[in-house]
């Protein structure tokens, strides 16, 4: 098999801090397989609609254009540097910055690794995770030919609380037109706490100014009062299905890939806000990621 159709910027980290923000897929034991060959260089820019952190996200859509660079040395350590820009017309801006790093294996079928991650936000960024500031995460999974099924468990790091998200994954990739067109179908069901969500409502999302629709930038004049029922929020309990459709089509060292992303949201927690009581719910989610990277 090719490595350049093996290997994918969009495949190295957990869900919680890729750049598209959310089902970020993870490495599987196909593209691990050709990762000892080499060591190599990627550099990529992906676009996501919107972002969707656990089921989760903003009132105010958050499209991110995020180039990166990452390198990957034979021995499966890896780093990589990320900018995301929030391209909508109200707050066109470098939105975030991350940096990650970690360690990938493959033996036989058998596939995961062990990686963590900072994350620098704009102090007005309404992206829904931007209370939270650093990750360490590891997966596992293994192969049976038929469907490979992955196991993650994340450990979530923000100023004010700490947060443990688990996550468990069914997928199956296919092969076309000689291996490249890649189709990789999979469905990812999310359960933790989400101390993360009742930190953003109330520190970022009150105190945040110049936001279109929020606080004074609303033309109030009054700041939001916003808190979270904290019990709901410390809870473990299911937070999101994910069924997705990554696409890709390879030509000699580049590769564009096309995710279509539906979110089943689930135990949502009450906001209250200047004294009303609601829930943020958005119904279930769509939105997509688009990308390009090139292997030098």
Known sequence: MKKNILVTILLCLL?????????????????????????YVTAAVNYAS???????KDSVKCPYVSPSVSYYHKSGLFVKGQLSYLTAASAGRIDMFSFSGGYLFSKSRLYGGVDGAVQLFNDSS???????????????????????????????????????????ELSRRFWLFNDRVTI????????????????YYTTRRSGVKGRPGRGN???????????????????????????????????????????PVYSFPQNIPVVTTNG?????????????????????
Not at 15 to 39: E, H, I, V, W
Not at 217 to 227: P, T
Not at 276 to 291: E, H, K, M, P, V
């Open 50 to 56: 919107d972002w969707v952190f656990a089921g989760r």
């Open 184 to 199: 990789y179908p999979s469905v990812y069901v999310l359960a933790g706490t989400q101390n993360y969500y009742s930190d």
């Open 276 to 296: 009303i009581t609601s829930r943020q719910d958005f119904g279930n989610l769509f939105y997509w990621t688009a990308g390009i990277r090139y292997i030098f």
């Open 126 to 168: 309404y992206a829904v995770s931007s209370a939270m500031s650093g990750r360490i995460g590891i997966y596992t999974g293994y192969d049976f030919s038929i469907a490979e099924l992955t196991l993650d468990i994340n450990g979530l790091f923000g100023k004010e609380s700490t947060d443990v998200l688990t996550g468990i």
């Open 217 to 259: 930038a609303g033309g109030s004049g009054e700041l939001e009062v916003v808190s979270l029922v904290s019990s709901a929020t410390k809870r473990f309990e299911l937070l999101s299905i994910d069924i997705s459709l990554p696409l890709s089509y390879s030509f000699g060292q580049c590769k564009i890939s096309f995710t």
């Open 15 to 39: 869900a919680p801090f890729f750049s598209a923000g959310q089902t970020a897929k993870k490495m599987d034991s196909t593209d691990l397989r050709s990762l000892y060959n080499s060591s």
